[in-house]
């Protein structure tokens, strides 16, 4: 069964800080992992990662895959009080048959960025 | 273009009633999951579609709940004798597609429906 496990559960830091946020993985056919932010309701897409050691990044938020010890982090550079939010960790793979779509989520790491 | 939509945004029910939740995808997507999200976890794996087909429905908890795609683009959760343990926010994605590739198969979420069984 495919599992994620994220840390830490709940961070508080205040705004210029910079926070890595983890994420560790054990999934069947690893096919890629993706990070999303939730504020309210609805998780919003930040990355997508498939190949290990390649950084992506978009404005202050950067992530990093290692697929040879199963995880992932997410960097968050001069936080702001508008990146309080929770970040989830989700991974897709293939246990066989023809099954590719699922996502399998971290319990998700509450970020509270204080003024 | 318009995103994920689902209605109702909240629903309260009585346990033992019928409930129906939707999901509108993004315009040209083929692909459809529902999860479902309890407080302080992260979203569950439900169902997901490809076409008008269920992919996967290995996430379905029990023989209560159901969920049908008939055209290939709006899609209904169907829970029957409802339970207090399935209030949750019911959150549903939609892919272009969700093939077996590596890439291009980010989910984007709508706002989820909040449900409340009393």
């Known amino acids: 069964e495919d599992k994620v496990v994220q840390s830490p559960l709940s961070l508080v830091v205040h705004e210029g800080d910079t926070v890595t946020l983890n994420c560790s993985y054990e999934?069947?056919?690893?096919?890629?992992l993706l990070w999303y932010k939730q504020e309210k309701k609805a998780p919003t897409f930040l990355f997508m990662l498939?190949?290990?050691?390649i950084e992506k990044k978009s404005g202050r938020l950067s992530s990093i895959l290692d697929k040879k010890e199963l995880f992932s982090i997410l960097n968050i550079t001069a936080t702001q009080t508008g990146d309080s939010a929770i970040y989830l960790c989700?991974?897709?793979?293939?246990?066989?048959?023809?099954?590719?779509?699922?996502?399998?989520f971290g319990q998700g790491t509450i970020l509270t960025v204080h003024p | 273009g318009a995103g994920v939509s689902q209605t109702p945004s909240n629903k309260v029910t009585e346990k033992g009633k019928y409930v129906e939740l939707r999901c509108d995808p993004i315009?040209?997507?083929?692909?459809l999951y529902w999860y479902r999200q309890s407080l302080g976890q992260g979203p569950e794996f439900l169902i997901y579609?490809?076409?008008?087909?269920?992919?996967?429905d290995s996430g379905l908890p029990n023989d209560r709940f159901f969920a049908v795609r008939p055209e290939g683009s709006v899609s209904t959760l169907k829970i029957q004798r409802t339970e207090r343990g399935d209030s949750a926010v019911y959150l549903c994605?939609?892919?272009?597609?969700?093939?077996?590739?590596?890439?291009?198969?980010?989910?984007?979420f709508g706002p989820g429906t909040r449900l409340t069984v009393t």
């Open positions: 994605a939609s892919s272009l597609t969700a093939g077996p590739g590596r890439g291009t198969y980010e989910q984007y």
């Open positions: 999934v069947t056919n690893f096919r890629s």
């Open positions: 498939t190949s290990s050691g």
């Open positions: 989700a991974v897709r793979g293939n246990a066989g048959g023809t099954s590719y779509g699922k996502l399998t």
């Open positions: 315009s040209g997507h083929t692909a």
């Open positions: 579609f490809q076409g008008t087909g269920a992919a996967d």
